[in-house]
């Protein structure tokens, strides 16, 4: 079993739609975790991290955190073109050790 | 500030040859760890060095090395090359603050192509 598993996609969404990523994790001791955004031939840029359950809000950007089903989401409201890339879902574990999944390709259609 | 930076960007070697990769991170962090990427897949993690330390490591055979000096810089080394080794390697640097969460600010990678 992998330690962070995320559907790869693509996921296609129309402009303007809410786009919503998902990720499992194997480990009840990840302490904290994170959405990656990687465009094509980049390296990955931070856009989320959460670590309480409940829901947290950065601008378009919504992160979802649920330990007892060990479970994390994004949502992207209002999705533009410009979002169209692979986010990784990532959990940190004691020790800083960082583990990512393998990564939804997001695909925004104008 | 100079964000975290990898050398060289590109490289080609022969199987069998030895490969050694840089990185500086980000002025005032102190830890730093190695991933691989292969196309399509996410970052595997290798190591984790802080403080000169390493405090973690992947499911990576011996042939893969590292070390982190003084000022915090970092060498990742690959010895006996296989085709399989072919990827982007990605380092990236964190505060390490135990009270902190452990964001990764990324370098761009070296793509490392072994023929």
């Known amino acids: 079993q992998k330690e962070v598993e995320q559907n790869s996609g693509p996921l296609s969404v129309p402009e303007g739609a809410i786009a919503s990523l998902n990720c499992t994790y194997s480990d009840r001791g990840s302490q904290s975790f994170f959405w990656y955004r990687q465009y094509s031939g980049k390296s990955p840029e931070l856009i989320m991290f959460i670590y309480s359950n409940g829901d947290k809000e950065d601008g378009r950007f919504t992160a979802q955190l649920n330990k007892a089903s060990q479970y994390v989401s994004l949502l992207i409201r209002d999705s533009q073109p410009s979002d169209s890339a692979t986010y990784l879902c990532a959990a940190t574990t004691g020790g800083f050790k960082t583990i990512f999944g393998a990564g939804t390709r997001l695909f925004v259609k104008a | 500030d100079a964000g975290v930076t990898q050398s060289p960007t590109h490289l080609i070697k022969t199987r069998g040859q030895q490969v050694t990769l840089r990185c500086s991170p980000i002025s005032g962090h102190k830890s730093v760890s190695w991933y691989q990427q292969v196309l399509g897949q996410g970052p595997q993690f290798i190591f984790q060095y802080y403080e000169k330390e390493e405090r973690g490591r992947g499911n990576f055979p011996d042939r893969f090395s590292a070390r982190q000096f003084p000022n915090y810089s970092s060498e990742l080394n690959v010895n006996a090359l296989l085709l399989g080794d072919s990827a982007l390697y990605l380092c990236?640097?964190?505060?390490?603050?135990?009270?902190?969460?452990?964001?990764?600010?990324f370098g761009s990678g070296t793509q490392l192509s072994v023929l």
């Open positions: 990236a640097s964190s505060l390490a603050d135990p009270s902190r969460f452990e964001k990764l600010f």
